[in-house]
């Protein structure tokens, strides 16, 4: 059973930084693509940032230059740096494989970004 557990989040001004992390169990993400998926209020999941298996990342373009996602496979830990930090990155912000996400979903970790 792939258990997926976010943490980190939390009420930031704009244009202040954030990390955020996602620990796994019952899935290794070194030989998995993953990602960071947003959910803003009154809208549908996006996946935001994707860490594929072979090393390359891709970003959503709303977040291209300011936010970075790694992996410290040794932890087996997903991490997602957010930089300059706007009020739309507010959100409840979850990872699993990517870009189809084929795992069940963990809590999430709120972040909110105040103007």
């Known amino acids: 059973q792939v258990q997926l557990v976010e943490s980190g989040g939390g009420l930031v001004q704009a244009g202040g930084s954030l990390r955020i992390s996602c620990t796994a169990t019952g899935i290794v993400f070194r030989y998995n693509s993953v990602g960071w998926f947003r959910q803003a209020p009154g809208k549908d999941r996006e996946l935001v940032a994707r860490?594929?298996?072979?090393?390359?990342?891709r970003y959503a373009e709303s977040v291209k230059g300011r936010f970075t996602i790694s992996s410290d496979y040794s932890k087996n830990t997903l991490y997602l740096q957010m930089d300059n930090l706007r009020p739309e990155d507010t959100g409840l912000y979850f990872c699993?494989?990517?870009?189809?996400?084929?795992?069940?979903w963990g809590q999430g970790t709120q972040v909110t970004v105040s103007s």
């Open positions: 860490l594929h298996d072979a090393g390359f990342a």
């Open positions: 699993n494989t990517a870009p189809r996400a084929m795992n069940p």
